[in-house]
């Protein structure tokens, strides 16, 4: 199997998206908002030449490789972000108490589930905004990243310990991604 002396991956910038490429950070800024991100590696280098980005090393190794991939999907990601941004959508599910969602402020707070006197929290990533409509709950952003880790907060604050879960299946849970 021959081994490649170099890797180099080209992503189009899409119209309407500018792109700044300092001291290895990169700031895109779209339609939606604007994400800075820090790219920085001794054998990879990044740089924007002709309305593409290039990711480029020479001489791979399997770490190199690898990083390449890493990060072409956070460039894709980031110009995403900037012109459609990302929506997950979570769905309410309760059979034994009847469950009220609402947000206030940085904070998703949940009441009454399975018949608990205090409320359950689950902070909201700077960046994300959430809403809830009936027993859905929508979450948006321009960072995948953020929008990922609201989800994972509110996931995990009505995640229930010592009952099995094939028959007590109340939380919110993830439904869809868009």
Do not use: C
């Amino acid at each position: 199997m021959p081994i490649a002396a170099y890797i180099e991956k080209r992503i189009p910038v899409p119209e309407g998206v500018t792109i700044t490429l300092q001291d290895n950070i990169l700031s895109v800024k779209g339609e939606k908002g604007e994400i800075t991100r820090r790219f920085n590696d001794p054998k990879l280098s990044l740089s924007h030449e002709n309305g593409e980005i290039v990711i480029f090393t020479d001489l791979p190794r399997k770490r190199e490789k690898a990083l390449v991939g890493t990060w072409e999907a956070h460039v894709k990601n980031m110009l995403k972000g900037v012109t459609q941004g990302f929506t997950y959508r979570m769905k309410l599910v309760y059979a034994h108490f009847p469950v009220k969602v609402s947000v206030k402020g940085d904070q998703v707070i949940i009441d009454n589930f399975v018949g608990e006197k205090s409320p359950r929290k689950a902070r909201i990533v700077e960046g994300t905004k959430v809403s809830v409509k009936g027993d859905q709950i929508i979450i948006e952003g321009v960072d995948k990243e953020k929008v990922g880790q609201t989800m994972a907060n509110i996931e995990q604050a009505t995640r229930i310990k010592g009952y099995d879960p094939r028959v007590f299946q109340d939380g919110i849970y993830l439904i869809s991604r868009e």
